[in-house]
């Protein structure tokens, strides 16, 4: 997926993203590039503080204000880095959508669902009430919602934790958007409706062409319905494979550290979990080198003085790491 | 309340004790709900007529969705309120007619450790204040005896009583805030710590670390645990037995291993199918939605079998006959007209997995 | 419990932008004074105010608020000895305006401590307790905040005479309400936080849950309250002096100088204006201050 900018829907080149804080200024991102083309699923993995919310966010402008955004987003080949508030209000929702995590806080409670899905319909196509509501009972109905001609008429409070999520995936494809960001849209959810949700976004994805960016702390959801993952560690990038081929071959020692503390079904019951000590580092005060080297089976006394290029070892295979493990599956 | 000894191992962990350290009989827990337009109310059971036994030394693990009432069976365990009918006895004493010091008394081998690792300190004391407190309610020791068995107990969990005693909440860390809330559970020596979605929010790396510290302490003292969480993966991963709870039922319930090879309760096999697993084996999109529907809502159950709505196996009887909870294979209970035999086809444990 | 159905825990993982404090939201870290201007400034002033009223008469060359002499009336601000000249009674507007400056502070703070002990312990108890203690406590609240709390006042010190004393208690009538139905709002929203839960399954008694877990924190909240009502509380016995029912003569208070003040307004405006500026630069800190501090403190 790397290189060819042709088919590219979106292509991040170097985004950094730094805050200015009373602490002084912060690197949330640090030279994140990927790209994803039309009907793929690229998976952004990562921990609190790994800087997947905070570049998705960038692609949207949906950034505070005292964050300054560098480096490259481009979408359908036009530059967004450095657009006006107007003009990135114009693309998102005609390009792009998101999906956040709690679904109860994206929703208006004061407003009936069927009327948040119109109002989103109408701020992107020039209808009327009567042809808005059809549109909005259509959506209701693609994303499965039981009963839609009921529903329309409910709040979000008389509905269920899934149901209010599929209620705003309808806002998010109420324009029809190329590239649809599902940021950690499951997490909230129980486990048989995430995966009721996951299989709604994978078909609505084959069925209207959108590429998928979901953003998710789980490598099993990645396992499931990616393509691609990227995983990222203190705002950078430190692996990024085609799924199968990661998991098969995982290179990056945070990555293969993340496949084993996952919970797994086949293992024995106290079962001792190999652990990674300390925690994830502080943004503002970065090590050079290697941020994951304090922590790292692996490493060296190189690990804590340089800082390892994200460098495609394999053939679309790119990793960070000066000492990686030598491929074989956890 | 007698001299503080330092916190010892129990009891050996064999998990085989046979007499049940806490043993729970048809517990119900209600609660009244406003209405619509908040005029006429009524009353939901988040538990009814929950049955389970755990036994020294062992891990329970209780699992379950949104809906199923495990929360609220925990806090009604520990009578955080009481139940509004059954019995709960802990090594023998009833615990559901107490009240005052009689209840305090036989609660103080039972802890709990909750989902919010913050919200479960308070925000203005001080690391050592806080597990220090259970000693001060109960009375024990002196004020350095207190302080001792403080840093002692920081120290079983990983953390060092000269860095830690004297920050704030918001002084720590989502793993290391938890850290402190199992120390304050382990102060008064208990037989058993309910962990309520302990782990559920903590990244994954420092939930792996935090669940080798339950084993470790397990190891080390003889603690009995009873695990809640909705993950089964995890509550499988740490549990000796599992108990699996639907809307306020218990609909199966067996040896960890064999609740995972043999589902017998379809809505059991649901659950395992809908896990994800980073296996590089399995076909993508292979966690699928083997249900369809959403939780139904406490309020109003469904007739019969809870289940029936959500279930493909299920016929006329279901929505008549409540299926009861009994054993269909040895220490393996399953509340179902039609419980999944391994003849069947199970999609859950079938194929490459 | 007559409860709501309880929402059941959210599975919510640690997001970035919650549990770092390293990413996105920008982090304001008080340190360095520079940083906390906002609470500086307005607190400096109310302190050199503060060492104006309670501890500059006693050490500086300032003459009596009272027993003025008639020949003396009247004199222009900025003479010798009269920074502010004298009211046509021959008093020396200055230290009037210290001495009654000092006068509706302490009353002030007074009645606020009245309120935030007295209705802060109310609403907490009802709060915490709910049942029959609450719905007592709540009715009577109702009916004490649906009066005009002027009109109380103003009923109280009527009946009861004017004096400093008095017009204390007539004010608690105002705080004490106030105070009770914001620490039972607090309270409420406390007590279904998980370390209250957590304290009782130690084996925490509920007297010792209210002192040492609720009170430390609703405190700030109850603080900041004060702060923002002192203002209100320095107006009102402003007003009750202004209809004679506060300070009795002829001690200062600065409602009775703008009440006597205003009688000759338009020969000697500077009677009005000037403990009508001191009231305003007053009043205006303590709510910057108590706004400010509002600020910082519901962020923990």
């Known amino acids: 997926m790397s290189g060819a900018a042709n088919g590219d829907l979106l292509q991040l080149g170097d985004l950094r993203v730094d805050f200015r804080t009373a602490g002084g200024p912060v690197r949330a991102v640090d030279r994140l590039s990927y790209s994803i083309s039309a009907g793929r699923t690229l998976a952004l993995i990562g921990e609190s503080g790994s800087g997947k919310t905070v570049s998705s966010r960038a692609v949207m402008g949906l950034l505070p204000p005292n964050a300054k955004v560098s480096g490259s987003i481009r979408f359908e080949g036009e530059e967004l880095v450095g657009l006006s508030d107007k003009q990135m209000r114009r693309l998102r929702g005609a390009g792009i959508a998101m999906v956040f995590q709690d679904p109860s806080r994206s929703l208006n409670p004061t407003m009936r669902v069927g009327a948040q899905v119109a109002e989103a319909v109408r701020s992107h196509a020039d209808l009327d009430r009567a042809a808005a509501r059809t549109r909005a009972v259509e959506l209701l109905k693609l994303v499965r919602l039981p ?51 996951m299989e709604l976004l994978r078909d609505l994805q084959r069925q209207l062409g959108m590429a998928l960016i979901m953003i998710s702390h789980d490598l099993g959801l990645a396992a499931s319905f990616a393509d691609e993952v990227v995983v990222m560690y203190a705002g950078r990038a430190v692996e990024q494979a085609p799924t199968h081929e990661l998991f098969a071959r995982v290179r990056m020692p945070y990555t293969k550290a993340l496949l084993e503390a996952i919970p797994r079904l086949e293992r024995p019951p106290h079962a001792r979990l190999p652990v990674v000590p300390g925690r994830p580092p502080d943004l503002a005060a970065l090590p050079p080198g290697c941020p994951f080297e304090p922590r790292c089976p692996n490493r060296q006394d190189l690990c804590r003085e340089s800082d390892p290029p994200f460098a495609e070892g394999e053939p679309g295979h790119r990793w960070a790491c000066w000492f990686p493990c030598n491929g074989g599956g956890p | 309340m007698g001299v503080l000894v330092p916190v010892q191992r129990r009891r050996p962990v064999s998990g085989n004790g046979h007499e049940p350290l806490l043993q729970a009989r048809n517990v119900v827990q209600e609660f009244a709900v406003r209405g619509r337009g908040g005029v006429k109310g009524g009353v939901v059971q988040a538990v009814s007529g929950v049955s389970l036994d755990v036994r020294a030394g062992e891990t329970l693990g209780i699992v379950g969705e949104t809906g199923s009432g495990k929360s609220t069976l925990a806090r009604s365990l520990l009578q955080a309120p009481r139940p509004k009918s059954g019995s709960v006895t802990m090594r023998g004493t009833e615990l559901v007619g107490l009240r005052g010091k009689a209840l305090l008394e ?29 000693l001060i309610a109960y009375g024990v020791g002196s004020r350095e005896e207190r302080r001792a068995r403080g840093r002692e107990v920081l120290d079983r969990v990983g953390l060092d009583a000269d860095v830690f005693a004297r920050r704030r909440p918001r002084q720590l860390s989502g793993g290391q805030a938890q850290r402190v809330a199992i120390a304050r559970a382990l102060t008064l020596d208990p037989a058993l710590i309910i962990c309520d979605e302990a782990v559920s929010s903590l990244d994954v790396l420092i939930q792996a670390q935090v669940l080798n510290l339950f084993e470790q302490l397990r190891d080390e003292l003889g603690l009995s645990y009873l695990f809640i969480a909705h993950d089964l993966a995890l509550v499988k991963q740490v549990s000796d037995r599992v108990a699996v ?22 809505y059991t096999v649901a659950l395992l199918a809908s896990i994800p697993s980073p296996d590089p084996t399995a076909p993508k999109g292979k966690a699928h939605a083997a249900i369809s529907g959403d939780p139904p809502s406490p309020i109003d159950p469904p007739s019969g079998c809870r289940f029936r709505t959500r279930c493909p196996r299920a016929q006329d009887i279901c929505a008549v006959q409540e299926p009861p909870l009994s054993d269909l294979r040895p220490e393996h209970a399953v509340a179902c007209h039609f419980p999944v035999r391994s003849s069947d086809e199970n999609p859950a444990t079938a194929g490459a997995r | 419990m007559g409860a709501q159905l309880p929402e059941a825990e959210p599975h919510v993982a640690t997001s970035a932008l919650t549990l770092a404090p390293t990413a996105g939201e920008p982090i304001e870290r008080r340190r360095g004074w520079l940083r906390s201007l906002d609470v500086v400034i307005p607190g400096a002033i109310l302190a050199f105010l503060l060492f104006l009223f309670f501890v500059w008469p006693l050490i500086g060359p300032v003459g009596k608020p009272t027993g003025g002499n008639i020949l003396n009336s009247n004199i222009e601000p900025f003479s010798q000895g009269h920074l502010f000249g004298t009211d046509p009674v021959g008093n ?32 907490a108890f009802a709060g915490y307790w709910g049942g029959a203690l609450d719905l007592v406590l709540m009715r009577v609240l109702d009916v004490l905040i649906a009066f005009p709390a002027l009109v109380i006042a103003l009923a109280i010190a009527e009946s009861l005479g004017p004096s400093k004393f008095h017009t204390i208690l007539a004010l608690s009538f105002f705080s004490v309400p106030a105070f009770a139905r ?93 403990p009508s500026l001191f009231l305003f630069v007053t009043v205006l800190c303590f709510n910057l201050l108590g706004d400010a501090l509002r600020a910082r403190w519901s962020a923990v």
């Open chain 3, 182 to 274: 914001i620490s039972r709002a607090a309270t409420l929203r406390l007590r279904e936080r998980t370390f209250i839960l957590a304290a009782r399954l130690s084996g925490t008694a509920s007297p010792r849950i209210l002192l040492r877990h609720i009170a430390p924190n609703i405190v700030p909240q109850l603080v900041t309250f004060g702060l923002l009502g002192m203002g209100v509380i320095i107006i009102l016995e402003g007003a009750l002096s202004f209809f004679g029912l506060g300070i009795p003569p002829p001690n200062p208070s600065w409602g009775n100088m703008i009440f006597d003040g205003q009688q000759v307004l338009s020969a000697e405006p500077r009677l009005v204006l000037v």
């Open chain 2, 106 to 134: 036989a609660r103080k081998s039972m802890q709990m450790v909750f989902q919010d690792p913050f919200g479960s300190l308070d925000p203005k004391w001080r690391v050592r204040d806080i597990v220090e407190e259970p």
């Open chain 1, 147 to 197: 009963l839609p001609e009921q529903r329309y008429h409910e709040y979000p409070h008389q509905l269920s934790g899934g149901m209010r999520q599929r209620v705003v995936i309808a806002i998010a494809l109420a324009s029809s958007p190329k590239l649809l960001i599902a940021d950690e849209a499951t997490t909230a959810l129980d486990v048989t409706t995430q995966a009721q949700i």
């Open chain 2, 245 to 266: 709870m639907y809307l306020g039922k218990v609909v199966e319930l067996g040896p960890a291993e064999a609740l995972y090879r043999e589902p017998l309760h379809p």
């Open chain 3, 92 to 123: 020396d507007i200055w230290s009037r305006i210290l001495y009654g400056g000092r006068s509706s502070i302490e009353i002030a703070l007074a009645v606020q401590l009245i309120g935030l002990v007295v209705g802060g312990s109310f609403g």
